[in-house]
T-cell receptor, first 113, second 111 residues
Framework: QKEVEQDPGPLSVPEGAIVSLNCTYS??????FMWYRQYSRKGPELLMY????GNKEDGRFTAQVDKSSKYISLFIRDSQPSDSATYLCAMTAGGTSYGKLTFGQGTILTVHP | DGGITQSPKYLFRKEGQNVTLSCEQNLNHDAMYWYRQDPGQGLRLIYY???????QKGDIAEGYSVSREKKESFPLTVTSAQKNPTAFYLC??????????FGDGTRLSIL
């Protein structure tokens, strides 16, 4: 069983839809949770970052972490065609292991006009 | 512009050949990383370095080697011992407990 599980999709939604992306994990030591967006043939770029449990909002994006359930989510409101990309969840225990991220498989999202 | 530069974008390897992927950063970051991305498997850590002249193995280091002679450079060599080298290779850097910034990758294929 992988440490981080992410539904690879693909996910196809109409413009303006609310998108929900999710990851589950098994390692209770994970404290820092990130969402990266990756466009085709490009490197991942950091979208959202959350420490421990709770919600964080940034414009159309909301990240949620539920450590008791070992479950994290990313919500995209009013989705746009420019949101079409692969979304990767990532997490780490922090401290000296901070940069050793464990990634989910990535979810391919297409937003069609 | 500050950032991470990976070269080349595309690389081809013949059987029995070693190839070296370049990664340079001008962000003055202490730590640098190499990840491998395969379809449907996310990213996996190959090697990382938190200080010049020191580096540690990640989860899939077999068949790879690295060096860190300068703070801004962290080249990765894919040796002939790596039996399945076809993948998208991503270099990243960060401050010691900061978020990772990625380059745009090198796609390696076997001839």
């Amino acid at each position: 069983q992988k440490e981080v599980e992410q539904d690879p999709g693909p996910l196809s939604v109409p413009e303006g839809a609310i998108v929900s992306l999710n990851c589950t994990y098994s390692n209770s030591a994970f404290q820092y949770f990130m969402w990266y967006r990756q466009y085709s043939r490009k490197g991942p770029e950091l979208l959202m970052y959350t420490y421990s449990s709770g919600n964080k909002e940034d414009g159309r994006f909301t990240a949620q972490v539920d450590k008791s359930s070992k479950y994290i989510s990313l919500f995209i409101r009013d989705s746009q065609p420019s949101d079409s990309a692969t979304y990767l969840c990532a997490m780490t225990a922090g401290g000296t292991s901070y940069g050793k991220l464990t990634f989910g498989q990535g979810t391919i999202l297409t937003v069609h006009p | 512009d500050g950032g991470i530069t990976q070269s080349p974008k595309y690389l081809f390897r013949k059987e029995g050949q070693n190839v070296t992927l370049s990664c340079e950063q001008n962000l003055n970051h202490d730590a640098m990383y190499w990840y491998r991305q395969d379809p449907g498997q996310g990213l996996r850590l190959i090697y990382y370095s938190q200080i010049v002249n020191d580096f540690q193995k990640g989860d899939i280091a077999e068949g790879y080697s690295v060096s860190r002679e300068k703070k801004e450079s962290f080249p990765l060599t894919v040796t002939s011992a790596q039996k399945n080298p076809t993948a998208f290779y991503l270099c990243a850097s960060s401050m010691l407990e900061g978020t990772l910034y990625f380059g745009d990758g090198t796609r390696l294929s076997i001839l």
